[in-house]
């Protein structure tokens, strides 16, 4: 059992840039679901998102340097230095081979991507950007984080759907537990709001077509879910062993104590009904923080909004917590700015860890007639909850399953 101190929070998201507007927002219970404005939507199923209009406002990056990066790695390298900023570290002050950088994403960077094959189509190779081939593919984000901090120790970017980052954090948290690394920049990003990208998750039938009313569409364990909704953004976690933390007299915001992951194995896209393995995650990651069941005081869920992952996740909960799993109040944040894929786990992780210090459980939007009504979901408006152990649920295609607790320090 290894607990590793989070020291720091960078978040970029529809809900807001900086952990400050952020939390104001989602404690605020705001919906920033909307219609899809950057391109052409009409003719897509899902045509709705969750969009980061004012990035540039926030951004400390050159022109030249913003022209070779897509947008995934845009919001990724802003995270990184608001969260970097927050934990009062200066990465001049470090040395190189000791920071770590372990990020994750689901689908890449497409936005660059289209535009410059676009460009290949109509004017041949002399029309592609030589910066095509490094902006794109999904450990770019890794790769300017280095370069732009001179970063040199070592490092990984897990793809593995909408459980990319935490399982990056999980990767991370092991890695910093072995003393091979003095801190870790860990998180994700995702910016799917692209034409092929929305292409792309629209065929994987996940997604809500109540484009007539965007703010009402996300609707997680509701019985008129009819799927998520995609968002973009980033968020990123500065990743400390607690006794440099404490020798820096740095804020510590949490503790990650533990992580557990697994995979059904039954269908290449959907998960098991019976949610046996995500509760064999939940167990791992409970018996790794050396955990009771009934220690922990707030989860957050997955919450795709469809009826074979929400229900399959209500199972696993009962698997794990028996009769108590129908007293700890439930969260999912997402459902007020949308499904950010692969950066979805990191940015639950941020949001309960703000619950945490805030003693807040901000509200599941659109819940307004549960699926189960046995569980003590937060609707309506914020609630007060003390939380000192929180568990983090996230989820991907296939059946991959990762949970990850967090303490209050």
Known sequence: MTKIAVT????????????????????????????????????????????????????????????????????????????????????????????????????????????????????????????????????APQGQVSIYYGIKGFSKTVVADRASSLMAIGYGRKILGKDKLNMIIAGGMEAPVTPYALLCCNTYGALSKNNARPQEAYRPFDKKRDGCVIGEGSGIIVLEGIERARGRNANIAAYISGYGTSCDGVDRINPALDGVQLARAIDLALNDAGLRPEQIDYISLDGLARQDWDDSEMQALKRVFGERAKKIPLGCPKSMFGNLLGASGVVDIIAAILSMQNGLVPPILNLDTPADSSFNYVTGQSKECEINKALVISRGRGGINSALVIEKP
């Open 8 to 139: 720091g929070i960078g978040v970029v998201t529809p809900s807001g840039i900086g952990k400050r507007q952020f939390w104001a927002n989602i404690k605020a219970g705001r919906s920033f679901i909307k219609a899809i404005t950057r391109f052409d939507a009409s003719k897509y199923p899902s045509r709705i998102a969750g969009q980061i209009d004012d990035l540039e406002k926030y951004t400390h990056l050159s022109e030249r340097l913003l022209k070779k990066i897509d947008a995934f790695s845009h919001m990724a390298l802003v995270a990184s230095e608001l969260a970097l900023i927050d934990a009062g570290i200066d990465i001049k002050n470090e040395d190189p081979n000791l920071v770590g950088i372990f990020l994750g994403n689901a689908i890449g960077g497409w936005l660059y991507a289209e535009t410059e094959l676009r460009d290949l189509y109509i004017e041949g190779r002399e029309g592609v950007s030589p910066y095509m081939a490094s902006a794109w593919f999904p450990a």
